[in-house]
T-cell receptor, first 115, second 109 residues
Framework: GAGVSQSPSNKVTEKGKDVELRCDPI?????LYWYRQSLGQGLEFLIYFQGNSAPDKSGLPSDRFSAERTGGSVSTLTIQRTQQEDSAVYLC?????????????FGEGSRLTVL | RKEVEQDPGPFNVPEGATVAFNCTYSNSASQSFFWYRQDCRKEPKLLMSVYSSGNEDGRFTAQLNRASQYISLLIRDSKLSDSATYLC??????????FGAGTTVTVRA
């Protein structure tokens, strides 16, 4: 498809396990973002990629969170030793110009539940 | 203080009614503003940009008040399909967009 693709759409895991969330942005979009949305909360910025580099990792909540992007395309968000407070919808978005237009194209998200 | 604050609602209105709501932002240096729409358990999508002079897109009107640091959205002649959560979005600078928690609108028949 032509949109941003995320997998898995749903993930249930046990506390302490590691999880990997994948994002496949729109082809040609150089900017890629990860956000987190908890129930009743606004989208929380996690990390931004321009190409393969991440000039801003300031939103990552702890060192258990990491992300990488390869080939200027697919990105993986990894959460190690998951905690219950990590439960949320993790949204990936991409755009052409690094936020200048304000239009981010979001995937449908990965809903993470940590038991 | 949150960067972007919104009344969570919900705003329950009958079809055909007008509904309006605001959001406030804390960073006076913000330059760009947007409204996104998010349907239940779906991803956010850009509804419209907000320009300094105010702008309309069909039944939707957005306004910006820089002096008071608030943005408004007005929906005229509400349709059932307008039921959604509306996210106020402010560009912090460079590439970062700050999202409000959203205002929920429910249009009833």
């Amino acid at each position: 498809g032509a949109g941003v693709s995320q997998s898995p759409s749903n993930k249930v895991t046990e506390k302490g396990k590691d999880v990997e969330l994948r994002c496949d942005p729109i082809s040609g979009h150089t900017a890629l973002y990860w956000y987190r949305q908890s129930l009743g909360q606004g989208l929380e910025f996690l990390i931004y990629f321009q190409g393969n580099s991440a000039p801003d990792k300031s939103g990552l909540p702890s060192d258990r969170f990491s992300a990488e992007r390869t080939g200027g395309s697919v990105s993986t968000l990894t959460i190690q030793r998951t905690q219950q407070e990590d439960s949320a919808v993790y949204l990936c978005a991409s755009d052409l110009s690094g936020g200048n237009t304000g239009e981010l194209f979001f995937g449908e998200g990965s809903r993470l539940t940590v038991l | 203080r949150k960067e972007v604050e919104q009344d969570p609602g919900p705003f329950n209105v009958p079809e055909g009614a007008t509904v309006a709501f605001n959001c406030t932002y804390s960073n006076s240096a913000s330059q760009s503003f947007f409204w996104y729409r998010q349907d239940c358990r779906k991803e956010p999508k850009l509804l419209m940009s907000v320009y300094s002079s105010g702008n309309e897109d069909g039944r939707f009107t957005a306004q910006l008040n820089r002096a008071s640091q608030y943005i408004s959205l007005l929906i005229r002649d509400s349709k059932l399909s307008d039921s959604a959560t509306y996210l106020c979005v402010v560009e912090r600078g460079d590439y970062k967009l700050s999202f409000g928690a959203g205002t929920t609108v429910t249009v009833r028949a």
